[in-house]
């Protein structure tokens, strides 16, 4: 799996850019006012990752699949939008679909780009879009309440389990806090998800400062870092022109233009880690002189549902995985070394998959 990561903000705080950049296309329109994105524009990227480029070179892979992340880029809200102002129902429906937001925000002073309110105070905006979230969603539950009302009543269980935690979203929206604050239990956790209630999104803050600030950040993306601290949140410094300066490069003059700017890595390397991060994803691998490829899981999952990642019969017809730690098949020269080393394992059902696994399914058809 991968994931649909919405790219949200108020307008002109770079959204486009940013998207244009992270998908290396010109899909999205970057211009300088509001609305400039009619539709939401989504784009595949590849999750770029240096454990595979050197598990398909030992392995002598004729192909390297890496795996791929989505970004929706969703038109400028405004305020008002839960209301339906500027075209906010039609975006505030695009986020429902997505898996996390990224919500990008002006850090930088430009005179030249308006910006809708007049003024730069990204945290001020991170409130105006939260608020807009907040009452969509109080709006959404006072919807629901009243149509499983006869449910409720004639006692069914599922529309019981729904009033309960549409109750308690409401309770924490009404005290001034997204949904996402709400305690849920296990056995709770797939009725809430499939509430689909947008403050439930996990929020990734990325702070668009200018290109001279792109290293070190500045006051803005401070104060934001600060904010997503206190939210249990978490942010990224990022400059969209340079990403987008970046994104027209060759690999080499990539690493020429980011040791020029004093940044270790691009942004698209630091917001798809963040990304990562908030969703609590990883990588395994599965390697062979066919290909090289690497696959997304939540952090936690057994190897049967690992390997339904891959087909469902795998995970149907799980029988074992053949396991070598990343480290070891690379310190020992490929599979047949990390074997002879006693390095490969034979794991069950109950196996817990790590992060740079290279897996090997057996199965019955």
């Known amino acids: 799996m991968g994931f649909r990561m919405g790219i949200v903000g108020l307008p002109n705080v770079g959204k486009s850019t940013l998207f244009n950049a992270l998908t290396r296309t010109a899909a ?7 609305f400039c994105t009619i539709e939401p524009n989504v784009g595949e990227v590849a999750v770029p990752d240096p454990r595979l480029e050197k598990l398909a070179a030992i392995a002598q892979s004729k192909e390297i699949i890496p795996t791929r992340m989505t970004f929706v880029d969703i038109a400028g809200l405004v305020k008002g939008a839960s209301k339906g102002e500027g075209l906010g129902n039609q975006f505030l429906a695009n986020i429902r679909e997505v898996d996390a937001i990224a919500h990008v925000l002006r850090c930088f002073e430009d005179g030249d ?8 105070d990204p945290v001020e905006d991170a409130e105006t879009i939260e608020t807009e979230l907040m009452l969509a969603d109080m709006e959404s539950i006072e919807k629901r309440l009243q149509t499983i009302q006869r449910k409720v ?12 935690l549409l109750k308690a979203a409401m309770e924490a929206l009404e005290a001034g806090k997204p949904a996402r604050t ?3 239990d296990a056995e709770d956790a797939r009725t809430w998800k ?5 403050t439930t999104k996990p929020i990734l803050y990325v702070c668009n400062v200018g290109e001279d600030e792109a290293a070190e950040g500045n006051a803005h993306s401070a104060a934001v870092a600060k904010m997503a601290e206190d939210q249990g949140a978490a942010s990224v410094v990022i400059s969209a022109r340079i990403e987008e300066e970046i994104s027209q490069l060759d690999a080499e003059e990539q690493e020429m233009f980011l040791d020029e700017l004093g940044l270790e890595e691009a942004g698209l390397d630091r917001l798809i880690k963040a990304g990562y991060d908030l969703l609590h994803l990883q990588t395994y691998f599965t390697v062979g002189p066919k290909e090289a490829r690497a696959w997304t899981i939540k952090h936690g ?5 690992a390997a339904g990642v891959i ?10 995985a053949e396991t070598i730690a990343y480290d070891d098949y690379v310190a020992l020269g490929g599979e047949t070394g990390a074997k002879d080393a006693g390095k490969m394992r034979a794991e ?5 998959v790590k992060d740079g696994d290279v897996l090997h399914f057996l199965f019955n058809a």
């Not at 999205?28 to 509001?34: E, S, T, V």
């Open 301 to 305: 999952t057994l190897a049967p549902q």
């Open 194 to 198: 499939l509430l689909q209630l947008l």
């Open 113 to 120: 780009v308006t910006h809708v309110e007049g003024r730069v």
């Open 311 to 320: 087909h469902g019969d795998f995970e149907r017809g799980f029988i074992r």
């Open 28 to 34: 999205a329109q970057a211009a300088n006012f509001p």
């Open 153 to 164: 009543k004639g006692g069914d269980k599922e529309a019981l389990q729904q009033e309960r």
């Open 182 to 184: 709400v305690d849920v």
């Open 348 to 352: 069950g059902k109950s196996y817990e």
